[in-house]
C-alpha cells in the first residue's frame, strides 16, 4: 500500500501538481482510508531517508502537499537544459532583485527583451502567458495575485511556496551578479535576504 502511494505521488509529481489526500484516498487506499494516516507518515519519511525529497504539507486544512528537492537546491545551469525551468528561473530573479514583488508589466517587458512575447506561441514554451500565469501557479512555483482597486485589473507577482523552498536565493544572486560582473554583496537587501535564515525567506510587500 505505502509503495502504491509512492508511485501515485511520484506520477503527480512529474507535472509538479500539489497532491490532495482525497485523491490519494480515492485512487490508492480505497476502502483501507482508514490506514492513511500511518502510510503517509511512513511515505513521507521512506521518501526523505532513501531519496532526499520531502514531502511537504502546504495546505493543512484540506491536505494538500508537494514533494520538494531537500538534497541540492536548483542551480542556475538549469536554464540550458530545461527552457521551462530556465524561464522560471528569470522570473523569480526579477521578483527578488525587485523586492519580492512585481507587476506583471515588468515581468513582459523584461521577458520581450529575451523576445518572449505573452501573446505569441513560443517554439519551447507554448502559450507563454498560460504557462506563467496557470502552470507554473498551479505548480506553487508563482503567486500570481490581483492588486486591489485597480481598473482594468492589474496583477503582481511573488514567490510559490515550492520555489521558496527549493531555490537557493544565493545561487540565484550569485547568479545575477555573474551577469552585471560584480559582487554578491553589491545588493545589500537581496545579500541580507539570501543569507537569511528559513524564516526571513518570505518577499515581503514593497
Known amino acids: 500500500m505505502m509503495a502504491e502511494v509512492m508511485q501515485f505521488i511520484l506520477i503527480k509529481d512529474q507535472k509538479k ?3 490532495k489526500r482525497a485523491e490519494i484516498v480515492k485512487h490508492v487506499l480505497k476502502e483501507h482510508r482508514h490506514i492513511y494516516p500511518k502510510v ?5 519519511q521512506t521518501f526523505e531517508q532513501v531519496f532526499g525529497l520531502k514531502l511537504l504539507e502546504i495546505d493543512t486544512k484540506n491536505h494538500v502537499y508537494i514533494l520538494i528537492n531537500k538534497l541540492e537546491p536548483v542551480p542556475a545551469d538549469v536554464c540550458s537544459t530545461n527552457p521551462k525551468m530556465g524561464l522560471l528561473f528569470v522570473i523569480l530573479s526579477v521578483i527578488f532583485m525587485k523586492g519580492g514583488v ?3 508589466s515588468v515581468v513582459w517587458n523584461t521577458l520581450k527583451k529575451l523576445r518572449v512575447e505573452q501573446g505569441e506561441k513560443h ?5 507563454v502567458k498560460k504557462l506563467i500565469t496557470e502552470e507554473f501557479v498551479r505548480q506553487k512555483n508563482l503567486e500570481y495575485v490581483r492588486i486591489p ?9 511573488r514567490w510559490g511556496l515550492r520555489a521558496e523552498k527549493e531555490v537557493s536565493k544565493m545561487k540565484m544572486l550569485q547568479f545575477v551578479s555573474q551577469l552585471h ?3 554578491p554583496q553589491s545588493w545589500s537587501q537581496q545579500y541580507k535576504q539570501a543569507t537569511a535564515g528559513p524564516s526571513s525567506q518570505r518577499p515581503q510587500n514593497m
Do not use: A, M
Not at 503517509?40 to 513521507?44: E, F, K, L, N, S
Not at 517554439?123 to 502559450?127: I, V
Not at 482597486?149 to 507577482?157: G, I, R, S
Open 123 to 127: 517554439e519551447d514554451f507554448g502559450d
Open 181 to 183: 560582473d560584480q559582487d
Open 17 to 19: 501538481i500539489p497532491i
Open 149 to 157: 482597486h485597480t481598473d482594468p485589473p492589474e496583477h503582481e507577482f
Open 102 to 104: 512585481v507587476k506583471e
Open 40 to 44: 503517509i507518515d511512513r511515505v513521507t
